[in-house]
């Protein structure tokens, strides 16, 4: 097994796997590289929102810039200080031969993110989609709740047409918490007449 693989780094003790600077969950076999945990924390905040993996790609591709001027910055002014008869050595440019590895594009960045939520290596052996559906699941009605179809969730949903999603339904309680969330092909009861009835035993098992 590889050495950087989650599986492997889920299962070592906090003081070795925190040596690796990536995200257990992030560190997927298939892939050549891994992203460090600094930019997957980002991603965790922008992509639950608004899905944008063009957004977290220029920001990878900033932050490589940035870094390169300042490597160039320390050479050249290291390079001053100790060699004041010559002028300093051209610096190779950020797509000359030496940079062999940009980083992803949004698609692949949406994807990664995607496998990263459905990964159980993780310290706690849960993935992020199986802990959301759970407390989704933990939630009931007491007194009062609101239903509604909401078109504008799906209006950018990545592979919208190939699962056939026009709506989503939702309910809300009296306590501002989502009870639950499907997505639907239309905004005709019986799309979401499972869902419903779902949600209905879960409210008779809480208040048993």
Not at 59 to 75: D, G, K, P, Y
Not at 134 to 158: G, L, M, W, Y
């Amino acid at each position: 097994m590889n050495a950087n693989s989650g599986e492997v780094l889920s299962r070592l003790p906090a003081c070795a796997r925190n040596a690796h600077p990536v995200e257990t969950k992030h560190a997927l076999d298939n892939k050549n590289s891994h992203i460090g945990i600094t930019a997957t924390t980002v991603f965790d905040l922008l992509m639950p929102t608004c899905g944008n993996g063009d957004l977290c790609s220029r920001l990878l591709f900033h932050a490589t810039n940035r870094s390169c001027a300042a490597r160039v910055e320390e050479h050249h002014s290291f390079y001053k200080r100790t060699n004041k008869k010559e002028p300093p050595k051209a610096h190779v440019d950020i797509c000359g031969h030496c940079v062999t590895a940009f980083p992803p594009l949004g698609d692949s960045i949406r994807d990664t993110c995607d496998a990263a939520c459905s990964n159980a290596h993780a310290p706690w052996g849960v993935s992020d989609h199986d802990r959301h559906v759970r407390e989704i699941q933990s939630v009931s009605c007491q007194s009062s709740f609101a239903q509604d179809h909401t078109h504008e969730v799906c209006k950018n949903h990545f592979k919208k047409k190939r699962i056939g999603a026009n709506a989503l339904w939702d309910v809300a309680t009296e306590t501002g918490e989502i009870a639950s969330a499907v997505l639907v092909p239309s905004t005709k009861t019986t799309h979401f007449a499972h869902a419903a009835i779902c949600l209905l035993y879960t409210s008779d098992a809480a208040d048993e």
